[in-house]
């Protein structure tokens, strides 16, 4: 605990001045001094500076933890997948993007987030909601039944994909199967995870029902959408 | 003077909810230190803001030569 809060200096400097804060606070509770201008002060900074710098210091921080994959994969109905994204053995997209060394610990993140101009606000956004349907749906809900149950809410775009692998470069036109297929992946029509292509995303991941399929005689339930 | 500790009060459950979300960054904390805690600290600093203030004026008041009218 001690190592992993002196690692993050943000993290440090928020507790530090808690602290501090609170040893004042606590001063003034405990020996209630008259209210002089030495004590006036010693208050804005134990009311004032100090909170807000640990405010300050703990938004942000709070913010870089909640694109860790710790952070997602805290609510038990994403352990299957967190738990993938962790398996080294596993060949899964996602855990194969987990063991990038320059973003491995978010993945979640990084695949998940919406890369528009207000891409940071939406994702946030989306995370509240998350939070949402976890509290008042998901919560008490068995793994098992969960996999069944949670689906992404819309099909994962390619753009996100394409953040990184822009479809420009000469080793990614190189491949015939992508110059084949280049613009239906730049309209958004092929889905890059897409089985066959470099998904399913997790193990987990229920093939998107084509739209020609014919109907199978006793259909699964909502599956999860094919990101 | 009631109305400072309670401010220095709000203050401590604000900075709790703040460290709380830090050592343990999980979706409770985090949102419960964004939103509960800043409001209390928010508040605890009003409080602190108009409890000074009051003091400062009525010190003013006092040192001020009364006008004649």
């Given at each position: 605990m001690a190592s992993w809060i002196i690692a993050n200096p943000l993290i440090a400097a928020a507790i530090g001045c808690a602290a501090g804060s609170a040893i004042l606070l606590l001063w003034y509770l405990v020996r209630?001094?008259?209210?002089t201008h030495a004590t006036k002060l010693v208050l804005l900074a134990a009311i004032g500076v100090l909170p807000l710098a640990t405010a300050t210091t703990g938004n942000v921080a709070g913010f870089e933890a909640t694109k860790e994959r710790r952070f997602c994969g805290?609510?038990?109905?994403?352990t299957p997948y967190r738990n993938d994204s962790e398996d080294p053995k596993s060949m899964a997209l996602a855990a194969r993007h987990a063991?990038?060394?320059?973003?491995g610990d978010a993945n979640c993140y990084a695949c998940h987030a919406d890369y528009g101009m207000f891409g940071t606000i939406v994702t946030k956004a989306g995370g509240m909601r998350h939070i949402y349907e976890y509290v008042f749906?998901?919560?008490?809900?068995s793994l098992d039944e969960a996999r069944e149950t949670?689906?992404?809410?819309k099909p994962f775009q390619n753009a996100t994909c394409m953040h990184?692998?822009?479809?420009?470069?000469p080793s990614w036109n190189a491949i015939k199967e992508h110059a084949s297929v280049l613009d239906r992946v730049r309209g958004g029509e092929?889905?890059?995870?897409?089985e066959g292509c470099h998904?399913?995303?997790?193990?987990f991941s229920k093939p998107k029902p084509r739209p020609d399929a014919k109907p199978e005689p006793s259909p699964a339930p909502n599956l999860e959408t094919q990101p | 003077m009631t109305a400072l500790r309670v401010s220095a009060l709000l203050t401590l459950i604000g900075l709790a909810f703040m460290v709380w979300s830090m050592i343990e960054p999980t979706p409770l904390p985090v949102m419960l230190a964004m939103s509960v805690g800043q409001a209390f600290g928010t508040l605890a600093f009003a409080i602190y803001l108009y409890v000074v203030v009051s003091a400062l004026r009525r010190d003013y008041r006092r040192v001020r030569p009364q006008d004649p009218s």
């Open positions: 209630r001094p008259a209210l805290s609510c038990h109905v994403m063991r990038n060394a320059l973003f749906h998901y919560r008490n809900m949670i689906h992404i809410r990184c692998h822009s479809t420009e470069g092929l889905s890059c995870a897409s998904g399913p995303a997790h193990p | -």
